[in-house]
């Protein structure tokens, strides 16, 4: 399931990982250990955005910020992008972070 995000245009990576952090799939240009990284660093990212939307809804009392929905890292050539449990690297030349996002979080669903 998680394989048909491969055919969005920029996607070089995508990946599964458990609740733990323990990569459990991965499709894509990475070798194994690299995808275990990149979901183990999506996994660390997921738990710092709670953390941090929990402590702003709590200062600010205001609602709807927990829990987040994803997260994106955005660099000069590739960004991560992360709903759930899925994580995928893309080229931002090549690929519409908003149809990304879209596609994870459909996928995510199942």
Known sequence: MIRRLLALDGVMVV??????????????????????????????????TQGNA????MFTRLRGWTPPKGWIVRGH?????????????VVNAETSINEVMRE?????RF
Request: charged share 25%; proline share 0%; with cysteine.
């Open 54 to 57: 929990d402590q702003f809804s």
């Open 104 to 108: 994870l979080d459909d996928v995510a």
């Open 77 to 89: 050539a590739h960004s991560v992008c992360s709903i759930g449990n899925l994580v995928c690297l």
């Open 15 to 48: 990946a599964r990982f458990r609740d733990d952090g323990a990569f459990v799939e991965g499709y894509g240009l990475l070798d194994a250990v690299n995808m275990s990284r990149l979901a183990r660093f999506a996994h660390d990212y997921k738990r710092f």
